[in-house]
């Protein structure tokens, strides 16, 4: 995995709660920031404000765009990011610490960014 996005973008993301479980970030961009190259876990993403942004990972780009209070799965992913949008950037991620489970890799888990299973 991809470095931690706590220590790859301590401006941007900051662990509001961990346990043995899970461990939760909230995440804060404006317009135009960029994120250095950082993994995720399988995670929850829930959006607090409107997101449109631009995910780069292994030569695939994908552009992502959600409403607020949106609430997605987001299976384990290496990339890097920019708000695209016109406005600023919050989301919170429930990251997992537990290992992925075999049936988590089936149709759809190599998707870059957040899927709605």
């Keep these: ?11 941007l993301y900051r662990v ?3 346990n043995e479980r899970v461990r939760v970030l909230e995440y804060r961009d404006a317009p135009g920031d960029r994120t250095a190259p ?3 876990p399988d995670s929850v993403m829930v959006t ?3 997101i449109r942004r631009r995910l780069v990972a292994g030569g695939q780009e994908a552009e ?4 607020s209070g949106v609430v997605r799965w987001l299976a384990s992913q290496e990339h890097s990011g920019e ?3 016109d406005s600023d950037t919050h989301a919170i991620f429930v990251e997992l610490k537990e290992p992925a489970r075999s049936v ?4 759809g888990q190599d998707r870059l960014g957040p899927s709605t299973r």
């Design 104 to 107: 988590d890799s089936g149709p």
């Design 1 to 11: 995995m991809a470095s931690d996005p706590v220590l790859t973008n301590p401006g």
């Design 83 to 85: 708000n695209i949008g």
């Design 16 to 18: 509001v709660m961990e």
């Design 64 to 67: 992502v765009e959600l409403d």
């Design 38 to 40: 950082h993994g995720h």
């Design 48 to 50: 607090l404000s409107s």
